[in-house]
């Protein structure tokens, strides 16, 4: 059970008036208004619903007997194979004194029995009324009526594709922080979820590409002649393009590397790619692309149309934080390329990078087989959950004290920025 901080007295009130926000303890008689929370402090709902804030977590009695307890539910979302703790990390965790608590199953998706986790220190049991839930997918309305209140949920929470999460998880007092919203800086690299699973995405889009194609991807040269390399041109060059631009000339391609921000075209170079320079420059905040005006994207697309039609496959991967994802294959350009080329677009779950795309589905259009398939790290759950669990172990222990008991510092940039049931602020992914 969490509580909130007691604000009468000693180090808790003067911390309330350096903060100059407003927080209320779950004593009935002690309400302490004051009207502005700084950016960056956290709301919660308390027992009684009433906003707390996260550097509230209190070292609870159940906490103090037993450690913190750790819930690892099974996923229940079609075709979600990935389970947030593997039994390497599960031992982790007990080793420093915490319980975890396994639903039975959670593990079967990605091949790790309950017998795994059991022999990792974890117990088979209910997980939905630990003191911290650990899940991949955003939660369903009824998992989040299942979360007790007071509690933490870590996870995928959709901030910005489904905001009513948010609000849905502060009604029922339940403090979230999501993976998607931990800063892409240096300490955190280790928790950084997007990035371990662009990388089996842009390595399963490859495959993927491979495997539709009607061609060979490396050069051939046998007694029945000589097979040309593939040409394979990355559109969108973060972590899922360069891992896909790496794979894509591991297996023998010759590829090609665009993005919007410049400082890429140096990494698109040291993996041995060309860089496609259209002249266009759009580096936003934060090291994210921003949109385009109406006259870049204009030029963009007439560009890239020229551009495309020399590549037997096009992987896209373009995405701007919180909007629509940009076209950058026309349909006119799907026309221009070569029967039996492949074009894998990732950008589906928000809209796709194709004009032609049916997001999830692999359609043929032109005799251009075009394929824009959704949550493609669950399709190497093994490998993609043994990295998603070392970044929530990672997290989690940002949380914890010496003692294993759950003690954020709601002045850590990492937690502030990754906790989404607070103050709307903005920027949250
Ligand atoms: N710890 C770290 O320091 C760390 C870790 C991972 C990523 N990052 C940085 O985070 C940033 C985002 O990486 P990501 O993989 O999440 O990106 P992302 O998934 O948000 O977008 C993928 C790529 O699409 C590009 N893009 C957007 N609009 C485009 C357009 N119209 N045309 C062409 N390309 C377009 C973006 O520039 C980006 O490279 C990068 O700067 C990356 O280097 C930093």
Redesign the pocket.
Known sequence: MIRCRRAAGGNSASKVATYGTFLRCDSPSFTAPLPTCRPGHVWASALDATPIMFDALRVTSSQDQQGTRVGVPRESRDGERRVALVPKMVEKLTGRGLQVVVESGAGVGALMPDELFIEAGATIGDPWDADVVVKVAPPTDEEIGRLRRGSVLIGFLAPRSDPEIAGKLRDAGVIGFAMESIP???R??SM?A??SQ?NVAGYKAVLLAANLSTRFFPMLTTAAGTVKPANALI???????LQALATAKRLGARTTG????PE?ADQVRSLGAKWLDLGIE?AGE????RE?SDDERAE?KQRLTEATSGFDVVIT?????GRKA?I?VTAAAVKGMRPGSVIVDLAGETGGNCELTVPGEVVVREDVTIASPLNLPATMPEHASELYARNVQSLLELMLDKEGRLTPDSDDEVLVRSCITREPEGDNR
């Open positions: 892409r800086i240096s955190a690299q950084d997007l990035s662009a559109l969108g060059v973060g972590v899922a393009g665009y993005d919007v921000r890429v759009a934060g090291g994210y692309a385009l963009q991967t373009a995405l701007v934080p940009p950058l």
